[in-house]
């Protein structure tokens, strides 16, 4: 198989690139690597773009490797003929493979298997060759064997069908012909397990959608509903079409004794073999492309959670709410380190909400906090209200903000959690956690699995380790994209960098505290098993914003520096101004000499030479300040302070298949259903919105007994 050739043809680039991809994946090179620096060799691609071609490649070979193993398999048992293996090479999917494969498969007892073993297996052939003079009523009887257990004509007959109706089942262009049958006309159906008990799967107690519309949510919904005990699901396919197929395919109606065996023969294939299986493999299909789709949600919607712009140069003060147990609180500077922690009581009665109010107004003068950070679980609600009528005493401006506290728990409780807090009380990690995710979400996030960040739908639902490889490549992307301070990452956060593993991480940590601050990213190459390999990848994606060489806190590649200075002379800036590393004007300069003209003249190409381009007129950039900065608040409003026709500004929280839900400062976020987005169709959400989104949405309706409230942005 030609791989490049089939990947080139499937992400529609030249061969060329497709070859490259390939060399660079098994030379060893990183994702976020290829993507950022060898952009000639593929034409520009994203990050996300070859994280899909290296699953396809990783695919493709597994269906090549599978291919081998069937052909040898069945080499072993003398049955490979040269129509057989061509069909083996001419599969494109594994389930083609699997079919072609399936009658020479092992099998369990059988009715098949045990007619076999009692000597039917000639009278089914006789059945089968359907010869016009041919009857196996008249034949039967010589099969008669009671040792055997064939103790009638009718045993005889019947053990014939059961071999003739595994025959039909196995059959791999029968099966083809089922299988696209029943995307086409079959449905997904679901009715109560009891109607009289109400549940949220209510909607699915008596509900029935095409195969080839229902949407990914949905087969996840009725999966769960099934799977919790609410729910009775299955293929529904009228057996009209499914039968004139088999019996077009096994009857060629020239003796009409064999014609009615084998068409019985057929229907018994169907109902017992054949239909059982294609539901089973329907409905893992559905699932399998629903799961991969709400994947991808989740990774967006991970991805935009990440990529929230940081809180810059404020002292933040982080609540981590509770009932029982008080309000755990932690005040960070503006480098993330602890000033002081507190409990607090602000549910316990007045006598304690007045002390905790004492205790909340003391930090915030004492540190100068410029923002509350507000955890946005249990007692949530209660702590946001307690925070907005804290902050009207005070003479100066202090807002709060309430962020996703999902992982603060899991962060906590953590071994990381435990090295980087030793001194601090496993419930006042929660608050430093929730405190850091407002300075810089990125930083604190990755320190958590990202399954527990919980911005998906369904994701205990999903196939665990692929979910886990899925959004691992979003962390991946984002910390590279944005950058590492070599200095004053975590282990955690260096763990997501380019090429490097925990072992070197630990010895970079081990370094800095041994040596003190990196003055260079040459100087890494000083830590131990970080050889050159490594270097080459992680090295453009670590910033040192303490060398004397500006380009180190850029990301531009140590294999171009040569070219960035000499692309300064080119377009000549004076040795001044390149000591005082300002190159605002660089684009423009850059364009007055031609822009193709300088990569000649450097020997490189349009890509990289636009991507120094970028970094020198821009140093220490941030793609994070980019997007819509997090929306602050002062004041806190009730679900009963809601009103239909209300216009109101919102964060989206999440953004799922059928619809997006904003936080409108009430604790219980709305829901924005697909049709409320916008005027025009779309088909999916994250077509128009994504989190983090500062939106104007206006009230549809409000139930607070049922806490819910539905909001539209077409007004």
């Excluded at 506290?405 to 006042?428: F, I, N, R």
């Excluded at 899925?470 to 962390?475: K, S």
């Excluded at 390999?533 to 531009?556: H, I, M």
């Excluded at 919102?650 to 799922?656: D, H, K, L, P, Y």
Aim: hydrophobic content about 35%; glycine content about 6%; proline content about 4%.
């Amino acid at each position: 198989m030609d791989y490049s050739q089939i990947l080139a043809q499937q992400f529609q680039i030249k061969e060329e690139y497709a070859k490259n991809i390939i060399e660079l994946l098994d030379g060893g090179n990183t994702i976020p690597f290829i993507a950022r620096y060898r952009k000639e060799m593929h034409g520009s691609m994203d990050d996300q773009l070859i994280r899909e071609f290296s699953e396809k490649l990783e695919y493709l070979r597994g269906l090549d490797k599978r291919r081998e193993e069937i052909k040898n398999l069945i080499a072993a048992q003398d049955k490979l003929t040269d129509e057989i293996s061509a069909s083996i090479e001419k599969a494109q999917t594994l389930s083609e493979l699997e079919d072609i494969y399936r009658p020479y498969k092992p099998k369990r007892k059988t009715r098949a298997s045990v007619a076999k073993e009692r000597g039917l297996e000639p009278l089914a052939l006789l059945i089968l060759k359907q010869e016009r003079n041919a009857d196996p009523y008249k034949e039967a009887p010589d099969y008669v064997d009671e040792e055997k257990q064939v103790n009638t004509v009718e045993d005889a007959i019947q053990g014939a069908m059961d071999i003739i109706a595994e025959q039909i089942s196995d059959s791999a262009e029968i099966r083809k012909l089922l299988r696209n049958t029943a995307h086409q006309y079959g449905s997904i159906s679901s009715v109560a397990v009891d109607p009289d008990k109400d549940s949220v799967y209510s909607v699915y107690y008596d509900y029935k959608e095409n195969v080839k519309t229902i949407a990914g949510h949905r087969v996840l919904a009725v999966n769960r509903g099934e799977k919790e005990g609410f729910l009775k699901v299955s293929l529904s396919l009228d057996s009209e079409k499914p039968l004139s197929i088999i019996h077009r395919a096994v009857d060629r109606r020239v003796n009409p004794l064999c014609s009615d065996l084998l068409i019985a023969a057929g229907d018994d294939a169907y109902s017992r073999l054949i239909f059982p299986s294609l539901e089973r493999e329907i409905r893992s299909e559905l699932t399998e492309t629903a799961a991969e789709n709400a994947m991808k949600v989740f990774a967006v919607n991970l991805k935009q959670l990440l990529m929230q712009p940081p809180v810059k140069g404020k002292t933040v003060l982080g609540l981590d709410p509770g009932y029982r147990t008080g309000c755990k609180v932690a005040v960070v500077d503006d480098t993330g380190k602890v000033l002081d922690t507190a409990v607090i009581y602000p549910t316990h009665g007045e006598r304690k909400a007045e002390e905790s109010k004492r205790t909340l107004l003391r930090l915030i003068n004492k540190h100068h906090v410029d923002i509350i950070s507000i955890g946005n679980g249990t007692a949530s609600k209660e702590t946001e209200m307690f925070t907005a009528d804290t902050i009207r005493e005070l003479d100066r401006p202090v807002y709060y903000m309430v962020v996703s506290e999902a992982g603060a728990s899991v962060y906590s409780a953590s071994k990381l959690a435990a090295a980087e807090l030793p001194e601090l009380d496993l419930t006042l990690r929660s608050a430093v956690s929730i405190a850091r995710r407002l300075q810089d979400p990125l930083a604190e996030l990755v320190k958590i699995e990202p399954k527990a960040i919980g911005v998906g739908q369904y994701q205990h639902d999903m196939p665990q380790k692929r979910l886990g490889e899925t959004l691992d490549g979003v962390v991946e992307d984002c910390v590279n994209s944005v950058g590492a301070d070599l200095n004053t990452a975590s282990p955690a956060l260096l763990l997501r960098v380019s090429g490097l593993n925990s072992t070197v991480c630990k010895n970079i940590v081990a370094y800095r505290e041994e040596n003190g601050a990196f003055h260079s990213r040459a100087e890494l190459k000083k830590v131990p098993k970080l050889g050159p390999k490594a270097f080459e990848q992680c090295a453009g994606f670590l910033r040192v914003p303490e060398s004397r060489n500006s380009l180190d806190n850029t990301g531009v590649h140590p294999e171009s520096y040569k070219s960035a200075k000499e692309l300064l002379n080119l377009v000549e800036y004076t040795d001044k101004e390149i000591k005082n590393a300002k190159f605002a004007d660089l684009p423009a300069r850059v364009k007055a000499k031609g822009t193709k003209t300088l990569a000649e003249q450097l020997g490189i190409g349009l890509p990289t030479l636009d991507d120094i381009v970028k970094e020198l007129s821009k140093p220490g950039r941030d793609p994070r300040d980019e997007m819509p900065a997090p929306m602050l608040r002062t004041d806190v409003l009730d679900i009963k302070d809601l009103k239909e026709g209300m216009e109101l500004k919102g964060t989206v929280r999440n953004v799922i298949d059928f619809g997006a839900f904003v936080d409108i400062g009430v604790h219980q976020d709305g829901l924005v259903h697909i049709s409320q987005i916008c005027d025009k169709y779309i088909k999916h959400p994250s077509e128009v919105l994504k989190v983090g989104d500062v939106v104007n949405v206006k009230i549809l309706s409000v139930d607070p007994e049922k806490n819910r409230i539905s909001l539209t942005m077409r007004f």
